[in-house]
């Protein structure tokens, strides 16, 4: 990691945020990510450790609407198929 600068928690706090407001996992699956690789950062002693919080807080939501978002898609999927079957003549 040397010459990266630190992911800032406000930032994935921000993601995290705009995932549940509606943006889905077009900002939840960042949020997750770079909240890993900023908790990695902190744990490592380059990242803020007053940012903690806030990575948290922003990798948890974008891990919650990420999971929701694509276990709907596999429920809608399997809904569609099992429709399919059931009106076949």
Same mark, same amino acid.
Not at 1 to 18: D, E, H, K, N, Y
Not at 45 to 52: A, E, F, P, V, Y
Not at 82 to 89: D, E, G, I, N
């Given at each position: 990691?040397v010459?990266? /600068?630190p992911?800032?928690?406000a930032? $994935?706090?921000?993601l995290? #945020?705009?995932?549940v407001?509606?943006l889905?996992?077009?900002?939840?699956?960042?949020?997750?990510?770079?909240?890993n690789?900023?908790?990695?950062? =902190?744990?490592?002693g380059?990242?803020d450790?007053?940012h /903690?919080?806030?990575? @948290? #807080?922003? /990798?948890?939501?974008g891990?919650l $609407?990420s999971? #929701?978002? =694509?276990g709907?898609? #596999? @429920?809608?999927?399997l @809904?569609? $198929?099992?429709? /399919?079957?059931?009106t076949?003549s």
């Amino acid at each position: 990691m040397v010459g990266q /600068r630190p992911v800032s928690g406000a930032l $994935v706090l921000t993601l995290g #945020i705009l995932s549940v407001v509606g943006l889905n996992i077009l900002t939840g699956v960042p949020a997750w990510l770079l909240g890993n690789v900023a908790l990695d950062q =902190i744990d490592a002693g380059l990242g803020d450790q007053s940012h /903690r919080e806030m990575v @948290v #807080i922003g /990798r948890f939501l974008g891990m919650l $609407v990420s999971g #929701i978002a =694509i276990g709907a898609g #596999i @429920v809608t999927v399997l @809904v569609m $198929v099992t429709l /399919r079957f059931l009106t076949r003549s």
